[in-house]
């Protein structure tokens, strides 16, 4: 999908941001542009501090870029854009258990929807492997165990596009692969628009249909890859061994700029 078609679900067209320091600005973002297609699942690499969290910020509405613009289906973004957004800081809230915490965003909804999600949230739980802990606390909670409960917080958001900063970051291998396995899972059966942040250029390969790497501060795209291979086979294909290989040299080349 070209950028500027209405056609996309999420579009960043030419963003830029910067921020004050006592030293004067310094910029952040250097015009981003992409355009995600309905259904479609990018994920976003980059060195840290290139601007990842901040373009998501953005896109999200969070923080106004300074130029630029962001659409939702063609259109600039409504008082209330239809994404879910799980920040890179999981931002449980601590007076509510893990139960209470990923049914926020229905019950700010309405008590129906609450009510309504509760099934679907009950067997997320399980499939994350959190039951047991519905009633503790997020600080009885472990980093990873936390990170699995704003991924779910997100999911039961019901939003068409997902925005995911480092939703895996604190979690051991086995862990994230099951979790990729129940991501992909729930994209395929309700087809939303991911863009997916990580650090992890095999994590990048695995999920996504097409990924973008972003360049060391101020951000910029250096870089598109399309994955036509089925996410089934990409493990066992020498075609993904030398896409990571790309991958790698693309991101080590802007780290030596
Ligand atoms: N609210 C803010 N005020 C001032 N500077 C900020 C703010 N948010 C981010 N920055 C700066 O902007 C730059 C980009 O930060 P950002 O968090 O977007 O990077 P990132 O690519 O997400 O990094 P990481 O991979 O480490 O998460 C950094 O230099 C950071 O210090
Ligand atoms: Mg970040």
Known sequence: MNAGTSAAALEAVA??????????????????????????????????????????????????????????????????????????????????????NVLLGPELESPHDRVRLEPKARELVRQFRLEGFADHYPAQLSGGMRQRTALIRTLLCERNILLLDEPF???????????HRHLLRVWREFGQTVLLVTHDVEEAIALSTRIVVLSARPGRIVDVFPLDVPH???????????????ILEVLEGDDDA
């Open 232 to 246: 089934e086979l990409r493990e066992r294909t020498g075609e993904t061994l030398r896409l990571k290989q790309r």
């Open 15 to 100: 963003l830029t941001k910067s921020y004050a320091s006592r030293a004067g600005t310094y910029p952040v973002l250097a015009g981003v542009t992409l355009a995600l297609a309905p259904g479609e699942f990018v994920g976003v690499l980059g060195p840290s501090g290139g601007g990842k969290s901040t373009l998501l910020n953005i896109l999200a509405g969070l923080e106004p870029p300074d130029g630029g613009q962001v659409r939702i289906h063609g259109r600039p973004p409504g008082a209330r854009p239809p994404i879910a957004y799980m920040q890179q800081k999981d931002l449980l809230l601590p007076w509510r258990t893990l139960w209470d």
């Open 169 to 179: 970051g604190a979690l051991d291998a086995l862990t994230r692969r099951r979790l």
